[in-house]
C-alpha cells in the first residue's frame, strides 16, 4: 500500500463546474496535509495547507480533511483552463523524518 | 514566485560523473529539504538540512550527499550517476519553528539528465 494515494486521472471538467480531487494517507499519526499545484515542466506550487478536521476554504479553493477516515481532498469551484495542472497531495507524517511524503498527483483537464 | 533559487536550471551529464546542484532558500527560512521528482511521479524526498547538519534522509544511497552553508544555502552532491538519476531535483526551503515549520516552498528545480 502506498504511502499516499491519488488517483492519476486524468480529470476531465468543463469549464465552471466543480473539480474533486481525492487522496488517502497511511499514517494515522499523520497531522499536516498540504496540496500543490504543478505546470507541466515546472516545480510545485503551494496551495494550501490543512491541520484539523473540516473545511478550510481560500478563494476558489477548500480543503477537506477526515482524519478518521484518513482522507484529504481538494474542491475547486468555477475551474478555469488556467487550472489544468497536476495536483499533489502531500502529508507531513509523524515517523520522526522532517519531511513531506507526496502521492502520484492526479492531472486535472479544466475544458473550455 | 517563492523566494527559493536553484542553479543550474538544466545539466547533461554521462553516467559515472559526478555532479553538484545548488539552492538558495527564501529569506528568513533555515531549513532546506531535497527531493528528486521521476517522470509522472511525486517527489521523493533525499534529505534536509537545518543549521548546517542532516535532519532526516530518505531511502537514498550515500552517493547523494549535501551540505549546507551558514547563510542556509545548500548543496546536493551525487557521484557515480546512474541512468535513473535522471529526473528534475527540486529544493525547498521551511521554517523550522511555530505552527507553519512543515510547510515547504520549492525552488523552480533543476532538471537532469543522465546519458
Known amino acids: 500500500q502506498k504511502e499516499v494515494e491519488q488517483n492519476s486521472g486524468p480529470l476531465s471538467v468543463p469549464e465552471g463546474a466543480i473539480a474533486s480531487l481525492n487522496c488517502t494517507y497511511s499514517d494515522r499519526g499523520s497531522q499536516s496535509f498540504f496540496w500543490y499545484r504543478q505546470y507541466s515542466g515546472k516545480s510545485p506550487e503551494l496551495i494550501m495547507f490543512?491541520?484539523?478536521?473540516g473545511d478550510k476554504e481560500d478563494g476558489r479553493f477548500t480543503a477537506q480533511l477526515n482524519k478518521a477516515s484518513q482522507y484529504v481532498s481538494l474542491l475547486i469551484r468555477d475551474s478555469q483552463p488556467s487550472d489544468s495542472a497536476t495536483y499533489l497531495c502531500?502529508?507531513?507524517?509523524?515517523?520522526?523524518?522532517?519531511?513531506?511524503?507526496f502521492g502520484s498527483g492526479t492531472r486535472l483537464q479544466v475544458q473550455p | 514566485e517563492t523566494g527559493v533559487t536553484q542553479s543550474p536550471t538544466h545539466l547533461i551529464k554521462t553516467r559515472g560523473q559526478q555532479v553538484t546542484l545548488r539552492c538558495s532558500s527564501q529569506s528568513g527560512h533555515n531549513t532546506v529539504s531535497w527531493y528528486q521528482q521521476a517522470l509522472g511521479q511525486g517527489p521523493q524526498f533525499i534529505f534536509q538540512y537545518y543549521r548546517e547538519e542532516e535532519n532526516g534522509r530518505g531511502n537514498f544511497p550515500p552517493r547523494f550527499s549535501g551540505l549546507q552553508f551558514p547563510n542556509y544555502s545548500s548543496e546536493l552532491n551525487v557521484n557515480a550517476l546512474e541512468l535513473d538519476d535522471s529526473a528534475l531535483y527540486l529544493c525547498a526551503s521551511s521554517l523550522v519553528a511555530g505552527i507553519d515549520q512543515e510547510t515547504q516552498y520549492f525552488g523552480p528545480g533543476t532538471r537532469l539528465l543522465v546519458l
Open positions: 502531500a502529508v507531513f507524517m509523524d515517523t520522526g523524518r522532517r519531511a513531506l511524503t
Open positions: 490543512i491541520y484539523s478536521n
